[in-house]
């Protein structure tokens, strides 16, 4: 089963930047699309973007439209998300998680534990 | 608001059958497959159900899906206290071009 770690979580003033990474262990990563879904503190799961396995398709959600923006470096088996133009309602942990599939219609089969982000002055 | 719709709690014995149920619309559940996902506080969802009917390995058969029309329904039967966590729906809405997930239903096993 895949492994997925996440990092570049932190405090960030209003406003501010931070660039959230997740590393797969698995080599297949390759093959399948993949997601960032946040989980702000005692509310549920929202999904916030996802990006196609090769064919560089991304997708996000209307509340984070224009602010964030989802990559991938294949060779490092990686994904990424930058966060740009911070507020304080995208405070939440941000999970990266595995769709089943090459395109993001797909089921999440493997989730990482996730990284907390807080946006405060 | 969410754009899928669960029931935000339901509760039931140990030994008992739960149902919990999630609406959507012809752009998401309709046309597309649903999976539910199970958290424990504090940690990160698990796949449960996936393509609305589907169990993946080490999955308990206690746990069972199905989709009709416009709804996706999580079964759960002889319950027991560890399985109270919460439970989300989740599809793809091709009218958003979207992944969404329901609201949440917290789970207690009395």
């Known amino acids: 089963e895949v492994q997925l770690v996440e990092s570049g979580g932190g405090l960030v003033q209003p406003g501010g930047s931070l660039r959230l990474s997740c590393v797969a262990s698995?080599?297949?990563?390759?093959?399948?699309?993949m997601s960032w879904v946040r989980q702000a503190p005692g509310k549920g799961l929202e999904w916030v973007s996802g990006?196609?396995?090769?064919?560089?398709?991304?997708y996000y959600a209307h509340s984070v439209k224009g602010r964030f923006t989802i990559s991938r470096d294949n060779s490092k088996n990686t994904l990424y998300l930058q966060l740009n133009a911070l507020r304080a309602e995208d405070t939440a942990v941000y999970h990266c998680?595995?769709?089943?599939?090459?395109?993001?219609?797909?089921?999440?089969?493997?989730w990482g534990q996730g990284t907390l982000v807080t946006v405060s002055s | 608001q969410s754009v899928l719709t669960q029931s935000p709690s339901v509760s039931a014995a140990p030994g008992q059958k739960v149902t919990i149920s999630c609406s959507g619309s012809?752009?998401?559940?309709?046309?597309?497959?649903v999976s539910w996902y199970q958290q424990f506080p504090g940690t990160a969802p698990k796949l449960l159900i996936y393509?609305?009917?589907k169990r993946p390995s080490g999955i308990p058969d206690r746990f069972s899906g199905s989709k009709s029309g416009t709804s996706g329904t999580l079964g759960i039967t002889g319950l027991q206290t560890g399985d109270e966590a919460d439970y989300y729906c989740?599809?793809?809405?091709?009218?958003?071009?979207?992944?969404?997930f329901g609201g949440g239903t917290k789970l207690t096993v009395l």
């Open positions: 393509e609305s009917y």
């Open positions: 998680a595995k769709h089943g599939y090459s395109d993001n219609s797909g089921y999440l089969n493997s």
């Open positions: 989740g599809t793809w809405d091709s009218r958003l071009s979207a992944w969404v």
């Open positions: 012809s752009s998401n559940i309709e046309n597309n497959y």
């Open positions: 990006i196609g396995r090769s064919d560089g398709r991304t």
């Open positions: 698995e080599l297949t990563f390759t093959n399948f699309a």
